[in-house]
């Protein structure tokens, strides 16, 4: 089944403490993104890769960091994590190209 | 610079109504346009796409929308609304700037009422 599969579902982690949100599809697209949904405020952009060792900066980059050196992974960073950082996010990924993307389940974040 | 709007945070509809979901853009360039849907504790799944082929564009369980340019509109339509259809829906915009770039709305919260 093609997919996106992110991990985990659910964090609930502490202020500071360095963690990693897993990324993986499995439809050989060469474009990831990582979004974070907030309400009120829809999807924002916090970094994509157009391809392997190709990443860079969405609309909201800040304090997070990402990699991408195999293809179907993408994973997304956050090397000391903080409070405005508790939200649900999403990583998608998709052709080239005006398509459409698909989308992971998500991985709800908070940060205490 | 590119912007989505959607109007219309929350939506109700009855049964069997008709389904109005607002989406006005803003772009320089023809822009390619989308509309998501996201079920509840769900990721967004992709409901349509105009890529300027046909302005009217179907989609899955039984949406459309059509672009008008004039308007810069691409407002998203469903005949009956069913039970089933009660979730948020974005629209989004990619623009080809020399990379595709993607901005979504705010998102609707559709609600259908028995």
């Known amino acids: 089944e093609a997919q996106v599969t992110q991990n985990p579902r659910y964090l609930i982690t502490v202020t500071g403490k360095k963690l990693t949100v897993t990324c993986s599809q499995n439809?050989?697209?060469?474009?990831m993104s990582w979004y974070r949904q907030d309400p009120g405020l829809g999807l924002r952009q916090i970094y994509y890769?157009?391809?392997?060792?190709?990443?860079d900066k969405g609309d909201v980059p800040e304090g997070y960091k990402v990699s991408r050196k195999e293809k179907r992974n993408f994973p997304l960073i956050l090397e000391s994590p903080s409070p405005n950082q508790t939200s649900l996010y999403f990583c998608?990924?998709?052709?080239?190209?005006?398509?459409?993307?698909?989308f992971g389940s998500g991985t709800r974040l908070t940060v205490v | 610079a590119q912007s989505v709007t959607q109007l219309g945070s929350h939506v109700s509809v009855s049964e069997g109504a008709l389904v109005l979901l607002r989406c006005n853009y803003s772009?320089?360039?023809?822009?390619?346009l989308f509309w998501y849907v996201q079920y509840p504790n769900q990721g967004l799944q992709l409901l349509l796409k105009?890529?300027?082929?046909?302005?009217l564009v179907k989609g899955i369980n039984g949406f459309e929308a059509e672009f008008k340019k004039s308007e810069t509109s691409f407002h998203l339509t469903k005949p009956s609304a069913h039970m089933s259809d009660a979730a948020e829906y974005f629209c989004?915009?990619?623009?080809?700037?020399?990379?595709?770039?993607?901005?979504f709305g705010a998102g609707t919260r559709l609600f259908v009422k028995a």
């Open positions: 998608a990924s998709g052709d080239q190209g005006p398509y459409g993307y698909t």
């Open positions: 439809m050989n697209h060469e474009y």
């Open positions: 890769s157009m391809n392997v060792e190709v990443t």
């Open positions: 772009s320089s360039v023809p822009p390619y």
């Open positions: 105009y890529t300027s082929a046909a302005t």
């Open positions: 989004a915009v990619t623009r080809n700037t020399g990379g595709f770039k993607t901005i």
